[in-house]
């Protein structure tokens, strides 16, 4: 199985390991289920909130971080 990292490196791309985040989030998700998740040796951080292109990402996806910006 190619890992993530193994096939930005093949397609040139860049991954910037210390802004890389994940949130589980669905209708029928645990929300605190913890993942143990690594890229290139480097452990993920589980968070519940995150920014992507500018917009805050919840993990309930109620854009409630959003609001509270403006």
């Known amino acids: 199985m190619l890992q993530l990292y193994d096939c930005f ?4 791309l860049s991954l ?3 802004k890389t985040c994940y949130s589980v989030f669905g209708p029928n998700c645990k929300k605190d289920l913890a ?3 690594h ?7 589980n ?3 995150c ?3 500018g917009i805050m990402i ?3 996806l109620k854009w409630k971080h959003e ?3 403006r």
Do not use: E, F, H
Not at 9 to 12: A, E
């Open 9 to 12: 490196k093949v397609n040139k």
């Open 16 to 18: 910037n390991v210390d």
């Open 35 to 37: 993942l143990n998740l």
């Open 39 to 45: 890229i290139n040796g480097k452990a993920i951080q």
């Open 47 to 49: 968070v519940t909130c």
């Open 51 to 53: 920014k992507y292109l």
């Open 58 to 60: 919840d993990s309930d």
């Open 67 to 69: 609001l509270i910006r």
